[in-house]
Nanobody, 112 residues
Framework: QVQLVESGGGLVQAGGSLRLSCAAS????????MGWYRQAPGRQRDMVATITSGGTTKYADSVKGRFTISRDIARNTVYLEMSSLKFEDTAVYYC??????WGQGTQVTVSA
């Protein structure tokens, strides 16, 4: 089973940018879908962005045009580039892989 480790979270001002990384313990080449979900306090875990093994991407409406998901197969890593961050983007962000497998999460806090 693949293990996932997120990094890159932190505190940022509204309008700022962050890049999250998800390092996998083995090759991600054949993993059907990988992506990012987020969970704010008292709310359910929601999909943010996904990318398939064929490179097809999907985004939540709330992040379209602001977030970009990508992957580096050679590094077994999936990224989430976040820009124009808003207060409502504050959440714990989890990396996901088909299985399902989840990372431990990384906190993103956007100050208003």
């Amino acid at each position: 089973q693949v293990q996932l480790v997120e990094s890159g979270g932190g505190l940022v001002q509204a309008g700022g940018s962050l890049r999250l990384s998800c390092a996998a313990s083995r090759s991600i080449f054949s993993i059907n879908t990988m992506g990012w979900y987020r969970q704010a306090p008292g709310r359910q875990r929601d999909m943010v962005a996904t990318i398939t093994s064929g490179g097809t991407t999907k985004y939540a409406d709330s992040v379209k045009g602001r977030f970009t998901i990508s992957r580096d197969i050679a590094r077994n890593t999936v990224y989430l580039e976040m820009s124009s961050l808003k207060f409502e983007d504050t959440a714990v962000y989890y990396c996901y892989a088909t299985g399902p497998r989840w990372g431990q999460g990384t906190q993103v806090t956007v100050s208003a």
